[in-house]
């Protein structure tokens, strides 16, 4: 599964894990990514966004109700 936003490009950063002796370690910091269903190009679609995207309303979701009236 690819944890990429579909918005913004948001993916997956190497870093270190440094522990109390300060010795370090590879680790993964994951992007909170939701699958949502979206409007994309006028057309309802479940995506995977970033809950940054979201917040900032970068895109318009898409909820029964709302697809049923249009």
Known sequence: ???RCVVCGKGPVAGKSISH????????FLP???KV???LN???????????????R????VGPRQLSAA
Do not use: E, F, I, Y
Request: net charge positive.
């Open 1 to 3: 599964m690819a944890l």
């Open 21 to 28: 002796s300060h010795k370090t370690s590879n680790r993964r």
């Open 32 to 34: 909170n990514v939701h």
């Open 37 to 39: 269903k979206v409007l």
């Open 42 to 56: 006028g057309r309802p679609q479940r995506v995977k966004v970033c809950s940054r995207c979201l917040r900032s």
């Open 58 to 61: 970068k895109v318009s979701k």
